[in-house]
């Protein structure tokens, strides 16, 4: 099998497969379970800070065979356009959607402060108390998962893309699917929570949910196309996937975390999250 059909393979099991396994972690234990959840994102979001710092961006700056920065212009405006474009769209998404939420009180901060805001399940099921707007529900959680996993997705294609990934375990690309993968369960937790509240069937939410995982792969084809065109665009694909993936750990893993448990372990856990990435990159 070749390293492309690898690379859906692996991003499916990823995207589809984590969100897929939350699901099926709502059905066997439904107690809350922040805390974990909150250890559990900054701890991936450390890895990813790793990956994306030490691994992703070097790789842009230092092509194969320069022992000089080379791309560093280019590495500069393609993370700002990736965090940028990323930023945007959560933007316009909220602008259109947290009317429909109330807030519960004047201390309830913007930042999301607990996974179903983030990913907007808890639109979802203001819609299902709705009947006749769930086609609106769809879209708003069809956009929301879409955004937060095809550039997750991306990266992972961008990181196996190029000359540099001449096998299958070189590379950052299995470190960054195996950690979104993991990122990802807590996601599909918040998806499938919603659904089976609402009367849904245990066996179509862990489908429905599994399903939203899909920009995954699509994102990682996308990444590896780019990536594989030449030199130059697997730098530009590199660059653009690792200020998306930033955006999704400083404007989201990380407030997440700390906002689900006022704590000073999740900071903690970041950090080891962060040595975890270098031993798993360089050791």
């Known amino acids: 099998m070749s390293i492309f059909a690898w690379v859906v393979l692996i991003t499916a099991i990823a995207g589809v497969g984590g969100t897929g396994v939350g699901a099926v972690v709502?059905?066997?234990?439904?107690?809350?379970?922040?805390?974990?959840?909150?250890?559990?994102?900054?701890?991936?979001?450390?890895?990813?800070?790793?990956?994306?710092?030490?691994?992703?961006?070097?790789?842009?700056?230092?092509?194969?065979?320069?022992?000089?920065?080379?791309?560093?212009?280019?590495?500069?405006?393609?993370?700002?356009?990736?965090?940028?474009?990323?930023?945007?769209?959560?933007?316009?998404?909220?602008?259109?959607?947290?009317?429909?939420?109330?807030?519960?009180?004047?201390?309830?901060?913007?930042?999301?402060?607990?996974?179903?805001?983030?990913?907007?399940?808890?639109?979802?099921?203001?819609?299902?108390?709705?009947?006749?707007?769930?086609?609106?529900?769809?879209?708003?959680?069809?956009?929301?998962?879409?955004?937060?996993?095809?550039?997750?997705?991306?990266?992972?294609?961008?990181?196996?893309?190029?000359?540099?990934?001449?096998?299958?375990?070189?590379?950052?690309?299995?470190?960054?699917?195996?950690?979104?993968?993991?990122?990802n369960v807590p996601e599909g937790m918040a998806v499938a929570v919603p659904l089976m509240a609402g009367g849904m069937r245990k066996s179509k939410a862990i489908a429905i949910t599994a399903a939203s995982g899909v920009p995954t792969v699509l994102g990682a084809i996308a990444g590896y196309m780019l990536g594989s065109i030449s030199p130059l665009w697997h730098a530009i694909s590199l660059s653009f996937a690792s200020g998306a993936m930033l955006y999704v750990v400083f404007g989201e893993l990380l407030p997440e975390s700390i906002l689900m448990w006022r704590s000073k372990l999740p900071a903690a856990s970041l950090i080891f999250g962060m040595l975890l990435g270098l031993v798993l990159i360089y050791g």
């Open 26 to 183: 709502c059905c066997c234990f439904r107690k809350d379970s922040k805390k974990t959840v909150s250890l559990l994102l900054s701890f991936a979001g450390g890895v990813m800070l790793s990956v994306v710092c030490f691994d992703l961006i070097m790789e842009t700056l230092f092509p194969p065979g320069s022992a000089e920065p080379s791309n560093l212009i280019l590495a500069i405006i393609g993370i700002l356009i990736g965090y940028g474009v990323v930023a945007l769209l959560n933007y316009l998404i909220d602008y259109k959607t947290n009317p429909e939420v109330p807030h519960v009180d004047s201390f309830h901060p913007k930042t999301a402060d607990d996974l179903d805001e983030l990913i907007h399940s808890n639109h979802l099921q203001v819609h299902m108390d709705r009947n006749s707007e769930l086609f609106v529900a769809g879209i708003i959680m069809a956009s929301a998962i879409a955004l937060h996993n095809f550039p997750e997705g991306m990266i992972i294609g961008a990181a196996y893309a190029g000359d540099a990934a001449s096998s299958l375990w070189d590379g950052s690309g299995w470190i960054v699917a195996l950690i979104i993968g993991i990122h």
